[in-house]
């Protein structure tokens, strides 16, 4: 079996799932959006769609955009399962034809709030436990789709349509290399009056938890496959 891993930016990759994704007999393949011929993610077995610093409405500058949309779109209309981490759960709700818009802001470790239908899935291994929020874009389900967690400021924070799962946080991230994330982004946290020093700390705070919480999530979501 084999897993492609649709990446816009380095650092942002599959963190500590990517070793539980091999446990369980997958081959991992990274394809960059921008770079390398995306067809890979047409047929892969699984495809994990993660996050980056573009968006949904940014498809005029970058054509990534579009071209990621359709090859979603086709997996969803054969039933391949796609996961999408932040960007990758607004591209599977721009394939799916729902609005992304901007707005609001969450950046930073919180807490989700899992939905009574949202415990029926792998997220119930994320209630209670501070994850990384890092969007500035927002999702507008249809009335018929049954949200799986929220927070105070974002009503769709989890969904699952069809082979289709989208999440707007990101339990992938493993806190013991997110100095990357830092690095990567230190003019966007500055942009924001964001302490490097704080959030270094409150990253090493919740790294325990949040590692065993993100890896117990991948592990459910792959057994369900």
């Known amino acids: 079996m084999n897993c492609v891993a649709l990446r816009h930016v380095a650092f942002e990759d599959l963190g500590h799932w990517e070793p539980e994704i091999r446990a369980h007999g997958y081959t991992v393949t990274y394809v960059d959006a921008g770079v390398d011929d995306l067809s890979p993610v047409r047929d892969a077995d699984l495809v994990i769609v993660l996050g980056g610093p573009i968006g949904v409405l940014d498809a005029a500058i970058f054509p990534t955009i579009e071209v990621e949309t359709a090859l979603i779109r086709e997996r969803l209309d054969a039933g391949r399962p796609v996961l ?64 799986l967690a929220s927070t105070d400021v974002t009503a769709c924070q989890a969904f699952s349509v069809g082979s289709g799962f989208g999440i707007q946080f990101h339990p992938e991230v493993d806190p013991e290399s997110f100095e990357r994330w830092l690095i990567g982004n230190v003019v966007e946290l500055r942009g924001f009056g ?24 991948i592990r459910d979501y792959l057994r369900g496959l």
């Open 84 to 147: 999408g981490v932040c960007l990758g759960a607004q591209l599977i709700a721009h394939a799916l034809g729902w609005t992304v818009a901007p707005g609001p802001l969450e950046l930073g470790w919180g807490v989700i709030d899992v939905a009574p239908a949202g415990m029926e899935t792998p997220l119930r291994h994320l209630a209670g436990v501070p994850i990384l929020q890092w969007h500035g874009d927002s999702i507008a389900a249809p009335a018929d789709v049954e949200l």
């Open 194 to 217: 964001i302490s490097i020093e704080e959030f270094r700390a409150q990253t090493a705070a919740a790294a325990d938890g949040a590692s065993m919480a993100g890896i117990r999530f």
